[in-house]
T-cell receptor
Framework: DAGVIQSPRHEVTEMGQEVTLRCKPI?????LFWYRQTMMRGLELLIY????????DSGMPEDRFSAKMPNASFSTLKIQPSEPRDSAVYFC???????????FGSGTRLTVV | GESVGLHLPTLSVQEGDNSIINCAYS??????FIWYKQESGKGPQFIID?????DKRQGQRVTVLLNKTVKHLSLQIAATQPGDSAVYFC??????????FGKGTTLSVSS
């Protein structure tokens, strides 16, 4: 099992550019989560999906952020336009409903200059 | 909103000592609690979890204690090793909601 796969590992972009982060959950997991980690705010939940349907997006900072899960094996988190304050590590995690805990990917370190 | 917090941001111990990392939570409706370990440059890694119908659960060298009366969670690591050095997060959830994480405690183990 390759675990949760995120790409890219690192992304440096200029303010105003569109950024797309990608995630492949563990096969068979039916819940997918996007978290953002910063020193100041720790790990914050942005959005989560259950069976490809968004359940709670109350953590999405603003309209510049959007997330999709077109099928059970792929999700994207898009920021358009990006701003320097979006700089953080973005984690994707997946789980099986009723299972124990989430499995996290290695994260995408985003730097917006 | 509800939040999960930790009592101490850093903890330094000697190799071989037992470590205790504490966490306070505020949502009395939470019924699932979990500890994660995060090493530098990596994603959080599951350590151990506990449900609200239990007050203690043991794993290999780790024990989680849950005190629902005072809404307190702790992680005990026996015979701490240098490889245990990392940031430890507690998290909580209730049915139908996602895990909410505390801000983390950095454990430093010196040999």
């Amino acid at each position: 099992d390759a675990g949760v796969i995120q790409s890219p590992r690192h992304e440096v972009t200029e303010m105003g550019q569109e950024v797309t982060l990608r995630c492949k959950p563990i096969s068979g997991h039916n819940s997918l989560f996007w978290y953002r980690q910063t020193m100041m705010r720790g790990l914050e939940l942005l959005i989560y999906f259950n069976n490809n349907v968004p359940i709670d997006d109350s953590g999405m900072p603003e309209d510049r952020f959007s997330a999709k899960m077109p099928n059970a094996s792929f999700s994207t988190l898009k920021i358009q336009p990006s701003e320097p304050r979006d700089s953080a590590v973005y984690f994707c995690a997946s789980s099986f409903e009723g299972g124990d805990g989430y499995t996290f990917g290695s994260g995408t370190r985003l730097t917006v200059v | 909103g509800e939040s999960v917090g930790l009592h101490l941001p850093t903890l330094s111990v000697q190799e071989g000592d037992n470590s205790i990392i504490n966490c306070a939570y505020s949502n009395s409706a939470s019924d699932y609690f979990i500890w994660y370990k995060q090493e530098s440059g990596k994603g959080p890694q599951f350590i151990i979890d506990i449900r609200s119908n239990m007050d203690k659960r043991q794993g290999q060298r780790v024990t989680v204690l849950l005190n629902k009366t005072v809404k307190h969670l702790s992680l005990q690591i026996a015979a701490t090793q240098p490889g245990d050095s990392a940031v430890y997060f507690c998290a909580e959830s209730q049915a139908g909601t996602a895990l909410i994480f505390g801000k983390g405690t950095t454990l430093s183990v010196s040999s």
